[in-house]
């Protein structure tokens, strides 16, 4: 008997997850994603397009540096790297389908171990994305994006695109176009760039500007290969300020957009958004998802939460409806992501070791997000809070307001509209009421 017969299935505990409604007491059903329900016209499975993330659900098992990782992952058997990187696979697909969802995103060392050099590394992955075209059919299940993981091997200590030695440029750009051969061979829908240690642990040793030019002419060759390629898809730059470096170049969305502008790369770049990055600059999720939509690059997020208490990247998986209601608000009225979807970049704690953990985490988090939308939806439909907002603009709407925004005076102008100021009136910002109405919709 092969490892493949003696442990498959590997979920065997759990069947296929199904709406059952809020009444349902199965902990192993939906309550409110009901992925074919029409909101606003469009299935909640395309309000949302959930992805499951291949390293921390598969490739994580626990450790942290205090100590070695205590889940088991049965797929982890197997003589050889391909064997192994096998049984990965199917336990990937056999939890995204019972899960029902559409999508996955991977680091290219997620889906096979690198071996010797990026040669053989070059060959494995060729390997393994044969095996994942054949799942990929069979389970009806696609990438939402792809990428290359610049961050975990020694090589990479002094960064990947930023490293202050060629020759790691070089190894990592081997590595891009690698991933990019591999997304592409797979449809992924996008790609994603994360600079884990594009960045800097001292200034000290540090040529910023140098660095930062490198960034950006590493993301242009990126994109060339990939468009020569027949990549139609959507780049996406993950925001994050620090962590594993003192210091990322990608810091917050903001800082994010002033770069693509500054090198030429905003027609094919969008900002993927992670709550617990938000976080760790001083934002809320809502600000970050806030700012890529008003520079219309809203491309795609990755769910997760961060603890209030911690400081650093916790990845929890979400529950609070308070914030995702927000969060989906911003989402709706951007009128969706920008090629791609929700990401579930959230990881079990430590001392959760059952294999059905994993669906508790999905499931939750994929109920949050439905109801999350559903009360979006309501606000923004039946409450006065789109119009609430939009008033406490309206004085721009006409008049001296309106010749203000279209550029019509001069700062004379403004002193003599306003004469002595005795006409100001004091207007309330309501924050209170606001902050009610999101609680009674939800
Ligand atoms: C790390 C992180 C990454 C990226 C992909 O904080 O979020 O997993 O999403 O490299
Ligand atoms: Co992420």
Same mark, same amino acid.
């Given at each position: ?54 390293? #921390? ?68 992955? !060729? ?10 059919? !069979?389970?009806?299940?696609?990438? =939402? ?7 975990? #091997? ?48 001292? &200034? ?14 590493? &993301? ?26 003192? #210091? ?17 790369? =905003? ?14 600059? &001083? ?160």
């Amino acid at each position: 008997m092969n490892t493949l017969e003696k442990t498959q299935p590997y979920f065997k505990n759990v069947g296929k997850i199904k709406f059952e409604g809020p009444d349902s007491d199965n902990p192993f059903a939906y309550r409110y994603y009901n992925g074919q329900q029409l909101v606003r016209g469009k299935t909640m499975e395309d309000h949302l397009r959930f992805a499951v993330s291949y390293w #921390h659900s598969f490739c994580g098992d626990g450790s942290d540096p205090f100590g070695w990782g205590p889940r088991p992952m049965p797929w982890n058997e197997g003589n050889t790297a391909e064997e192994r990187a096998k049984n990965k696979m199917d336990a990937a697909f056999e939890f995204i389908s019972k899960l029902g969802l559409t999508y996955y995103c991977f680091h290219d060392v997620d889906i096979i171990d690198e071996g010797e050099n990026i040669l053989e590394f070059g060959k494995r992955l !060729e390997f393994i994305s044969d095996y994942a075209l054949e799942k990929q059919a !069979e389970h009806k299940v696609k990438v =939402l994006w792809g990428t290359a993981n610049l961050f975990s #091997h020694p090589r990479y200590m002094n960064g990947a695109a930023t490293n202050p030695d060629f020759n790691v440029v070089a190894h990592a750009g081997a590595q891009v176009r690698n991933a990019l051969d591999t997304t592409i061979k797979l449809s992924g829908e996008n790609y994603v760039f994360w600079g884990g240690r594009e960045g800097y642990m001292s &200034l000290l040793n540090t040529d910023m500007k140098r660095e930062k030019e490198h960034l950006a002419r590493f &993301l242009h060759m990126a994109k060339d290969y990939a468009r020569n390629n027949g990549f139609e898809g959507t780049f996406f730059i993950e925001p994050k300020p620090a962590e594993p470096t003192k #210091h990322q170049y990608d810091y917050d969305a903001s800082t994010v957009l002033g770069f693509l502008r500054e090198f030429n790369l =905003l027609d094919d770049f969008k900002l993927n958004i992670e709550v617990n990055h938000a976080t760790l600059a &001083l934002h809320t999720f809502e600000h970050e998802l806030q700012v890529s939509a008003d520079a219309n690059a809203l491309g795609s997020i990755d769910a997760n939460r961060g603890d209030y208490q911690n400081g650093w990247d916790t990845d929890q998986f979400p529950v609070d409806l308070y914030e995702l209601t927000q969060a989906m608000l911003i989402i709706l009225n951007a009128g969706g992501f920008q090629g791609g979807g929700i990401n579930f970049d959230a990881k079990l704690r430590r001392n959760s070791t059952d294999l059905e953990d994993l669906f508790h985490a999905h499931i939750g988090g994929i109920d949050a997000f439905a109801r999350a939308l559903l009360i979006a939806d309501k606000i923004a439909t039946d409450s006065d809070y789109y119009p609430l907002l939009k008033s406490r603009y309206s004085t721009f709407d006409e008049g001296k307001g309106a010749d203000f925004e279209n550029g019509k005076l001069s700062l004379e102008d403004l002193a003599e509209i306003t004469g002595d100021g005795s006409h100001l009136q004091q207007i309330s910002g309501r924050q209170e009421y606001l902050e009610n109405l999101i609680n009674r919709y939800i």
